[in-house]
């Protein structure tokens, strides 16, 4: 049976993160694994879709935002207009740095919040 890609991707796009990263879904059929590899593309794309919701700001260590000064992602300060990506939970990365963490985990790397 084939899927519609996109009308996978509608009916997940309202699901949330948790939902998404359950694997529940017993492969055995063909059918099955159609299903499941529709569904993983699903995934990758709300998880795009996602991270280019979030707000990013650059960095200007005269004008902070906020408290945090340190991607927890790789211990490195932010530094001078680099990318600061803020999530939901209100913790701040380097979007380079949590950009990459997110395209597999669709939770904060530091709490663990669902974006
Ligand atoms: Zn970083
Ligand atoms: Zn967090």
């Known amino acids: 049976m084939n899927y519609d890609r996109y009308e996978v991707l ?8 948790q939902t998404l990263d ?11 694994n ?7 593309w699903a995934r990758r794309h709300w998880r795009s879709l996602q991270i280019k919701k979030l707000s990013s700001y650059q960095y200007n260590p005269e004008i902070p935002r906020s408290n945090q000064t340190l991607c927890s992602v790789c211990l490195e300060n932010f530094e001078l207009n680099q990318t600061v990506r ?5 913790h701040e990365f380097h979007s380079q740095c949590v950009d ?4 597999s ?3 904060c790397p530091l709490c663990r919040a669902p974006l």
């Open 86 to 90: 803020k999530l939901g939970c209100s």
């Open 10 to 17: 509608y009916l997940l796009r309202n699901a949330s993160a």
């Open 22 to 32: 359950i694997d529940d879904y017993e492969s055995g059929s063909s059918e099955n």
């Open 100 to 103: 990459k963490w997110l395209k």
């Open 34 to 40: 159609a299903f499941q590899e529709c569904l993983n």
């Open 105 to 107: 985990k669709a939770t």
